[in-house]
């Protein structure tokens, strides 16, 4: 039943004045678009903080108020870090989804007890105060406040990932991160025991035609998410912290989710502190394959505390193609590389831009000048004559530099194949710095991954310090290697 239907305007006193009757008139009002709307009622909610929902949260509540009215039985919205997609999903919905289901259940799931329990005492703070517009009490002698019945038959409880919950039903079941960091999700056991949970004991407790929400941040390719992205029957919303093409918000690429939160600029330097890899997961919704099951074994990669004296330094250019334009531009990465006095290829430098031409060549330039004179630089040469021309430009601008021009031939993977077989060798190094968390992040994921810049721009250092003349010295090539 439709609980509007049954609203009646408050009994009003036989006394009461114009001002009073209208005042009473208004409070019916107001508690019918409570218990009919969802974004009515989050903003009524929100405005005692001084607080509206963004436009990704009216996204979310659209989303919530059609599986509230079984128009959606299944649903799966990504968000990152920091959209608020908790205080819209496991708080400010279930007191909105009792008032249209006074006698509904709800189990609602998190990584944690503690956290659980954290967003069932808001819910059941909410009740309390908003009880009267909503339509709700909380039965009499109620006290648990991760377990507890509405008057009207209603019951809430608020589990953690893995709780036993034998002989309790659900007409809802609300699933909100059920991973709490990278350590559980880089774990196949946690992983499997998730979805086993789930299976068995989460999705057990459901009734017959009962609806089921997962309101997560990706972390792993297969986590919980990942594994149900394939079946049909889940509605999927993704929005990531940087919009790509069809954005569900008809957003720009590269725009912003959040930017009065979190604005692109902000996000670029997050990019930068933790990494491709693990930006294209959590703020992308986007995780690919880690280390191990890539190329490159970048736990082999010699960690130094301090950059070593080095012999035989290049500096490697991958160019990026057109202009830095859209959600995910190419960078124009420089690697400097070189040969320590064990024979080992350090990695003591790396600079990128994304940026025009103008932006390119000054970067080249003033990257060459704070090398010095001794330190090669080594451009790609594109097929064709434009490629040419670009290198004679670069050249002539680089005047009293060392430049050495090479085509590139071949697949990307089979090129990288030496320095691969160097780095699960122990014979690569990088010294610190910035610029190692996102060099190793991508070396993680190629040739799978969304960048290879830094890749390409490393194979192109490495080859030619393996192959150019040297003093004779100790170089471990593996047979596979060769």
């Known amino acids: 039943p439709d609980p509007s239907k049954a609203l009646t305007p408050p009994a009003s006193p036989m006394t009461s004045s114009p001002a009073n009757s209208r005042a009473l008139a208004a409070e019916w009002r107001l508690r019918r678009k409570i218990r009919t709307e969802l974004t009515f009622w989050a903003r009524h909610v929100l405005a005692r903080e001084g607080r509206a929902p963004a436009r990704h949260h009216l996204l979310l509540l659209d989303e919530l108020a059609r599986l509230s009215a079984r128009e959606t039985k299944r649903l799966l919205v990504l968000m990152p870090p920091g959209a608020a997609k908790s205080t819209y999903a496991s708080v400010l919905f279930p007191p909105w989804w009792f008032a249209r289901h006074p006698a509904g259940e709800i189990i609602a799931a998190t990584h944690t007890e503690a956290l659980a329990l954290h967003f069932a005492r808001r819910v059941r703070a909410l009740i309390a ?44 079941l609300l699933i909100d991160d059920p991973l709490a960091g990278f350590d559980e999700a880089q774990s196949a056991r946690v992983r499997e025991r998730l979805w ?59 725009e912003a989710l959040w930017p009065e939160w979190e604005d692109r600029a902000a996000l670029e330097r997050r990019r930068l502190e933790i990494g491709e890899a693990a930006f294209a997961a959590l703020y992308q919704q986007a995780p690919a394959a880690r280390a191990g099951r890539g190329m490159f074994r970048t736990g082999a990669i010699v960690r130094l505390s301090a950059p070593p004296p080095l012999a035989s330094r290049v500096r490697a250019w991958d160019l990026a193609a057109g202009r830095a334009e859209g959600a995910d531009p190419d960078w124009t990465v420089g690697v400097r590389m070189g040969l320590s006095g064990e024979g080992r ?28 004179r001794e330190v090669p630089v080594l451009l790609p040469q594109d097929p064709g004559q434009a490629g040419k021309a670009q290198v004679q430009y670069l050249a002539r601008r680089l005047a009293g530099y060392q430049v050495v021009a090479s085509p590139e031939s071949g697949a990307k993977w089979v090129r990288a194949g030496p320095f691969a077989a160097q780095v699960a060798a122990g014979n690569v190094a990088i010294a610190p710095g910035p610029f190692v968390a996102p060099f190793l992040d991508e070396l993680a994921l190629f040739p ?29 090539i593996p047979l596979l290697g060769r």
């Open 129 to 172: 105060e908003e009880g009267a517009r909503l339509g709700l009490s909380l039965a009499p002698l109620e006290r648990e406040a991760g377990d507890f019945r509405l008057s009207s038959g209603g019951r809430y409880r608020a589990v953690g990932r893995g709780a036993a919950i034998v002989g309790r039903r659900a007409d809802l």
């Open 196 to 254: 086993e949970w789930y299976r068995n004991d989460l999705l057990s407790r459901l009734k017959p035609g009962g609806a089921v929400a997962l309101i997560t941040t990706r972390w792993h390719e297969d986590d919980l998410a990942g594994r149900l992205l394939g079946d049909p029957a889940w509605r999927v919303i993704r929005l990531p912290a940087l919009a790509e093409e069809d954005d569900p918000l008809g957003r720009a690429p590269g």
């Open 345 to 372: 290829f350090v990695i003591d430098d790396i600079v990128r831009v994304r940026g025009d031409a103008l932006a390119i060549e000054r970067l080249i330039a003033e990257t060459a000048a704070r090398d010095g």
């Open 448 to 476: 799978d991954g969304p960048k290879d810049d830094q890749v390409d721009a490393a194979v192109r250092a490495f080859t030619h310090l393996a192959t150019a003349p040297a003093p004779a010295r100790s170089l471990h």
